[in-house]
């Protein structure tokens, strides 16, 4: 059976014959148009990146290589003994656009958690920070740090060539997603449990369930299962999403992988962005306490217009790109539904209760250009039931998962050549002139 790295070797050729072609025979074909209100409005729906592995429609959501979510839930290899992918299969379905054998699911498992302990120096400076430090702060902070053994960097300093780049940028990034379990749970068990004993990387466990028993949850088979999933769906989500797009940028600069990951962790620390599934939990427990026992759906929506009115936003609704419920969300929610203590559970149900409700108030309120939950929605609620009650954490779990689809591109751009994002910016006065000239 083919491995990971002779299976990327195969197929680059190709790809890079590919864009050489689009350059050569189709590099003035006019792609759309750009108006005062996409400069102005955060770029949106310009298209104007190149990225390989995912691509987001506004209507079906996000498919992988051409593969839907539940595409993916078919095809993808799970853990031996669960049923829910894993981010290794999905890990290599981005990188390759190829479904893995079980076999090479597991191949690539063993690698990751072969690799998967921290350099000495990182552990100490993990160790040193304060616990009131933010959790997203420290992943940042150690991810960069790491670049302490970067081949890439290392490589470029020899004078490697311009096709040599990939080979080595592929192995940092293996090596950082072999590492950011036990990172983010050193930085667990220090904020919320320092002291106590940190579980060292099992060569027999795959990256989640390493993560989970890392976390102290190796004995929940629920939430290792939940965990898998969760991590493999938010892996990618195409390029101009701001964490994606910020590893995308400082890698363009050829800055190593980890530097350019850590510049999308402080990306995904945003509220509008990676933060929002600790802003959702924080809203609905509110609305929990504020409605007491007896909640109905009358209660919920004054309950969002009073959210609405105040002037917040409804977090975990809404999107930059999607028009329809989010296909995540809609995972999430099933992988809920097939579980008995899940469903019972008075948080997810009162997720569930808001979606009934919330795209019926955000539609008449009338802002919103979508009015339906994304992943957020319901992404903290589920770890909050499972007990894993800090919200400051929630964010550090979508960075672990993040980094399947950022690297893979950063791999890419090193295998297609990409060069320097560099997009010209105007000034209001350099607008109001180019009206008036025009
Ligand atoms: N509740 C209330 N108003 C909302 C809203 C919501 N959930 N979502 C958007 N709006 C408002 C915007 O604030 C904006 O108002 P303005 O004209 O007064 O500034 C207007 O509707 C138009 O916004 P939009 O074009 O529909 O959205 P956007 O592309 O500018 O922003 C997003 C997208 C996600 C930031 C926004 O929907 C939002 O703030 N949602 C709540 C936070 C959230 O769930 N974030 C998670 C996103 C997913 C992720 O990255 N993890």
């Not at 095809?75 to 992918?85: H, W």
């Amino acid at each position: 059976t083919k491995s990971l790295r002779d299976t990327l070797k195969e197929i680059i050729p190709a790809k890079q014959e590919q864009l050489k072609k689009l350059k050569a025979e189709h590099g003035d074909t006019v792609v759309g148009e750009v108006k005062v209100e996409n400069i102005i409005g955060g770029m949106r729906g310009l298209k104007a990146m190149l990225w390989e592995a995912s691509v987001l429609d506004p209507v079906e959501g996000i498919r992988f290589h051409g593969l839907s979510i539940p595409d993916c839930q078919k095809v993808l290899p799970a853990a031996p003994g669960g049923k829910e992918i894993i981010p290794e299969s999905m890990l290599w379905l981005l990188l390759t656009g190829q479904v893995p054998s079980a076999e090479q699911t597991l191949a690539l498992s063993q690698e990751l958690a072969a690799k998967g302990a921290l350099p000495k120096f990182v552990e100490d400076l993990v160790d040193s920070f304060p616990r009131t430090l933010h959790p997203m702060t420290q992943l940042g902070m150690g991810v960069a740090a790491l670049n302490h053994d970067s081949a890439f960097q290392a490589a470029y300093e020899r004078g490697m060539k311009k096709p040599e780049y990939w080979v080595h940028t592929l192995e940092d990034c293996i090596d950082l997603i072999a590492r950011l379990p036990a990172l983010a749970a050193r930085i667990y068990r220090n904020v919320y449990a320092p002291g106590t004993p940190l579980a060292p990387v099992d060569g027999s466990l795959d990256l989640v369930g390493n993560y989970a028993n890392m976390l102290g949850y190796g004995e929940n088979h629920s939430l290792t299962e939940y965990l898998r999933l969760y991590i493999a769906l938010h892996g990618d989500h195409e390029g101009g999403n701001a964490s994606a797009h910020a590893a995308h940028l400082v890698g363009s600069t050829l800055a190593d992988p980890y530097l350019s990951y850590s510049a999308a962790l402080f990306a995904l620390a945003g509220p509008l962005h990676g933060l929002a599934n600790q802003e959702v939990l924080r809203w609905q427990m509110a609305m929990q306490a504020e409605l007491g026992a007896d909640i109905t759906e009358e209660k919920i929506e004054a309950y969002l217009w009073k959210t609405l009115k105040s002037g917040q936003v409804v977090p975990g609704y809404g999107h930059g790109v999607l028009r329809n419920p989010d296909p995540r969300f809609i995972a999430l929610q099933e992988f809920c539904d097939g579980k008995p203590e899940l469903k019972a559970s008075p948080i997810i149900q009162l997720v569930n209760q808001t979606f009934k409700v919330a795209p019926g108030v955000l539609k008449a309120h009338g802002k919103t250009k979508n009015p339906y939950p994304n992943v957020d929605a319901t992404s903290g609620c589920v770890l909050y039931h499972y007990g894993l009650t800090e919200f400051k954490y929630y964010t550090v779990i979508f960075g672990v998962s993040r980094a399947l689809g950022a690297l893979t591109q950063l791999v890419w751009a090193r295998a297609l050549g990409l060069p320097l994002e560099r997009p010209k910016s105007m000034s209001m006065d350099a607008l109001s002139k180019f009206i008036a000239d025009s």
